[in-house]
């Protein structure tokens, strides 16, 4: 596959072949997350779990203090990551590491972890097994994903995941089982006459506020970008 790159003011992701690609659902997550995550302390410790080509490490580093701890399962794709990271200016914040969920083992807990993980469930599977393990949670369920949150996550931590919108009461039904709660939900579409398509949700370990819902759109009627998707991507499109 040739190489795609996707553009922004600071750095550019390369994409050559590795099974997650970039796509504006997953940006749009990144400058939620760094926006919402940009009060961190200095010293504070992120995790990006199933990291992909590194975008939301790197979008998160643009905005947020402290050091970025990034996993993921496919060998290219962390290769690819490592290859982003290594060209951006923060290169020295973020560590891109090659290991499952399952084999991950944390010698600390985390102030902050975001994930944009596999979330097609029960579809037909591509013949691409690298496309699979980047698209399907046959390779990481989600109970397994939220398990794993629920003992890396600190007590003052927040976990932020991106996911379908049809999967959200399968979520909210796991983070209740590992004693997790639920602050914020922003529900994403296409356009102004869409259904929603995507919910991006934040949570913690301990309930300290109640739960926040909005939504937004990332086109209005007219496929023109909305408002609010401008400004929250404003600093980070090269072309908005």
């Known amino acids: 596959l040739s190489n795609t790159f996707f553009q922004f003011k600071q750095f550019t992701v390369h994409q050559n072949g590795a099974a997650m690609k970039v796509c504006t659902d997953a940006c749009l997550f990144g400058a939620w997350v760094a926006r919402e995550a940009a009060g961190l302390k200095q010293d504070a ?3 990006d779990i ?3 080509t590194g975008l939301l490490s790197l979008m998160v580093a643009q905005k947020a ?3 970025i701890q990034a996993i993921e399962i496919d060998p290219g794709a962390a290769q690819q990551a490592r290859e982003n990271v290594a060209l951006s200016p923060w290169a020295g914040r973020i560590d891109v590491q090659q290991v499952s969920v399952q084999a991950f083992k944390p010698e600390k807990v985390f102030d902050l972890i975001i994930s944009n993980p596999p979330f097609f469930k029960q579809d037909l599977l591509s013949s691409d097994k690298r496309k699979n393990a980047a698209k399907h949670s046959s390779y990481l369920s989600l ?3 939220i398990e794993s949150i629920a003992d890396w996550l600190s007590d003052t931590g927040k976990a932020y995941l991106l996911i379908p919108h049809h999967r959200l009461d399968e979520l909210l039904t796991e983070l209740k089982r590992c004693g997790l709660y639920p602050e914020q939900l922003l529900h994403v ?3 102004t006459v869409h259904g929603y ?5 934040c949570f913690t370990g301990m309930k300290t506020q109640e739960l926040k819902v909005q939504e937004m759109s990332i086109k209005d009627e007219d496929g023109v970008y909305t408002m609010t998707f401008k400004s929250l991507l404003a600093d980070y499109y090269l072309y908005l």
């Open 65 to 67: 203090p402290g050091l």
């Open 45 to 47: 410790a992120i995790l």
């Open 50 to 52: 199933g990291t992909g």
């Open 143 to 145: 109970n397994t994903l």
């Open 189 to 191: 579409r296409q356009t």
């Open 197 to 201: 398509f995507r919910t991006m949700i």
